[in-house]
């Protein structure tokens, strides 16, 4: 990530431009995009036409690798209770098209308006998701299994789960910080599978309505815990995830990057800085921030 940050701006002073980090583009417009010109992306616009054109956003994608494929598709429908908190944790992408979107992660509104982006429903077994997968490419709406762009999916080509609900991050140490959590996330609940411990049927209504309160509102919105069926904030189930994972974090020494996650519980998440830029600079000081605030160290 620190090689490809410093040569993408090493790019921008060779054309006489300069990069910035947000889940969207605070002002750029729709109709001003060009397409990058190869087979994936022609199938995208063709499928999408303008709603493809409308998709100036940005996320951070992990990958997490398991065993096997059986296991992929189980420990999926367990990990399926943390998409919200993990986008809530993330949201920074409040401004779109130069609007202040009242959202705390507009990105996912915008990719949202693309089919197969929502949360993953249950699966008995992998052959159940195999036989999506060719239902899918039989009738044309997909013509491989990456086409299917959920919030979290079992990834065919690469034997991992990969983590897809979360906003890219201008701070090194909040990406190295979802990389833990999705690792130490992938292990519990593979152990968990292991142990015929690991909770896999949820209410899909209260999963997409969860969703969307962390797009929306951030911490303090209240969500029904598909777990114990109880009202609860975005704020206790994120502690829920930590509680959860805290055995797995010390497994693997990253013990550490609780103190990034408690900074982003008192002082917000990067959406909320944004905010709080435009507040007291405007659009123009806002973007300067995401320019000059981009860390190309974790140190």
Not at 78 to 84: D, E, I, P
Not at 118 to 143: A, R
Not at 260 to 286: C, P, R, W
Request: hydrophobic share 35%.
């Amino acid at each position: 990530i620190i090689k490809l940050r410093k040569y993408v701006s090493k790019l921008g002073e060779e054309f006489k431009f300069k990069i910035g980090i947000s889940g969207t583009h605070p002002t750029a417009l729709p109709e001003s995009q060009k397409f990058v010109q190869n087979k994936s992306y022609n199938w995208v616009a063709n499928q999408l036409t303008y709603y493809a054109q409308r998709n100036i956003t940005f996320a951070t994608h992990i990958h997490v690798s398991v065993p096997d494929a059986e296991t992929a598709v189980h420990v999926t429908n367990g990990l399926r209770q943390w998409v919200a908190p993990l986008l809530a944790l993330s949201s920074n992408s409040p401004f779109y098209s130069g609007i202040d979107t009242q959202f705390k992660s507009s990105r996912t509104m915008q990719f949202g308006a693309f089919p197969r982006t929502n949360i993953p429903p249950y699966f008995k077994c992998y052959q159940d998701y195999q036989n999506l997968v060719s239902n899918y490419i039989n009738i044309g709406s997909i013509e491989k299994s990456r086409q299917i762009w959920w919030k979290l999916r079992p990834h065919m080509d690469y034997g991992t789960i990969e983590f897809r609900m979360l906003d890219v991050q201008r701070s090194l140490k909040r990406t190295e910080l979802f990389i833990a959590l999705a690792q130490a996330l992938v292990y519990q609940s593979t152990e968990d599978f292991k142990h015929n411990r690991l909770k896999e049927v949820f209410n899909s209504e209260y999963l997409d309505d969860s969703l969307w309160k962390a797009s929306r509102f951030g911490f303090d919105a209240y969500i029904i815990d598909v777990l114990t069926g109880n009202k609860c904030t975005i704020r206790e189930k994120i502690y829920d995830m930590m509680e959860y994972i805290d055995s797995a974090l010390k497994i693997f020494n990253n013990e550490h990057v609780i103190k990034e996650f408690e900074k982003i519980m008192s002082t917000g998440t990067e959406a909320d800085k944004q905010l709080t830029v435009y507040k007291n600079h405007g659009m123009d000081g806002l973007k300067k921030y995401l320019m000059d605030s981009i860390e190309f160290s974790i140190l």
